[in-house]
């Protein structure tokens, strides 16, 4: 087996990787993303590929993005951050480069890396949930990734937690990520420092409540600071309630959290195994276990890569 390309877009940078049959990623580009012009999208990814190919010779091309992506995994129908034009980015990329293109949502496909080469090795089903800004997930079930009919399973951040609670920019009403994400964290630490009840925080975004941010919270939150640390807690209470709801359906018997959130560690994972247990009340259901991912910012463009290798989609 030789090499594939991983490229994970996102709305301000290209990150592309040439990984080896060890999962491991032996070169990397950065190029910043032409958000909104679809050509300039195309001739980015084509001319990373281009430069990584002239040292390593590379038989398929994973690429995962931000948004729905089609079942058939040739293209992206929508994404929030950027326009991926009408052609299906995949056909357009697989005629000029002549390789398959799978194209894998970013949720689904750091579920896929982290399942094969990170936390998730040797356990067939496992929930990854993603918690950035907003929140991603994955499915891994029965060692393969699940799509569901439409190719947009796993879409958890919108898991309906309140009824007519915080609007979310999908449209409905109480999804997890208004209650559970980096941002609302943000949110909401900064509606308690601007209260006045959270004085550390204030003072470490400089006096300012509105400058105050996620990692300020989990820094705090570290360093034993009780409101820092009930805003963590008030997270993982709300993440812990959607986790049951997916465990009721699926019974993954492993939850990996990755994410910018998930890096901060046991700060955030040992609230979040509390939380989860007592969500599930009783011992007869078994709390999945919960572990940080371990490849970082690189899931992504692995997964892509593998599964691009795997089961790639030709033209
Ligand atoms: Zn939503």
């Known amino acids: 087996m030789s090499h594939v390309v991983g490229l994970d877009v996102g709305g301000t940078k290209i990150a592309a990787g040439v990984l080896d049959p060890e999962g491991r990623v032996v070169a990397r580009m950065l190029a910043p993303t032409p958000a909104a012009d679809p050509p300039a999208l195309r001739s980015a990814i084509v001319d990373m590929v281009e430069e990584l190919r002239r040292a390593h010779e590379v038989d398929a091309i994973g690429m995962s993005a931000a948004g729905f992506v089609r079942v058939d995994r040739r293209g992206v129908m929508f994404g929030p951050n950027l326009d991926y034009g009408v052609e299906p980015i995949g056909d357009a990329l697989a005629d000029t480069l002549g390789l398959p293109v799978v194209v894998e ?57 309140v009824p007519e609670g915080i609007p979310c920019p999908c449209g409905r009403r109480g999804c997890l990520e208004q209650y559970a994400s980096g941002s609302a964290l943000e949110r909401d630490a900064r509606a308690r420092a601007a209260d006045g009840g959270a ?117």
Do not use: C
């Open 199 to 315: 004085p550390a925080l204030v003072e470490a975004a400089g006096g300012d409540a509105h400058a105050v941010t996620g990692r300020m919270v989990t820094e705090l939150a570290k360093a034993g600071d009780q409101e820092a640390i009930a805003l963590v807690h008030e997270l993982a209470e709300a993440l812990a309630l959607g986790i049951a709801t997916i465990h009721a359906v699926l019974h993954p018997p492993l939850v990996v959290i990755g994410g910018g959130l998930g890096s901060a560690g046991e700060v955030v994972l040992a609230p979040l195994r509390a939380a989860l247990a007592a969500a599930l009340g009783d011992v007869h259901r078994g709390v999945p276990e919960v572990r940080g991912a371990q490849l970082g910012n690189d899931a992504g463009l692995i997964g892509a890569a593998d599964l691009a290798r795997h089961a790639p989609v030709t033209r």
């Open 105 to 161: 949502n970013d949720g689904n496909a750091a579920a896929w890396a982290e399942h094969r080469f990170g936390a998730g090795q040797g356990v067939a089903d496992q929930l990854m949930v993603v918690l950035g800004t907003g929140v991603g997930g994955g499915l891994i079930l029965d060692g393969r990734v699940y799509r569901g009919g439409h190719g947009l399973a796993a879409e958890i951040g919108h898991l309906g937690l």
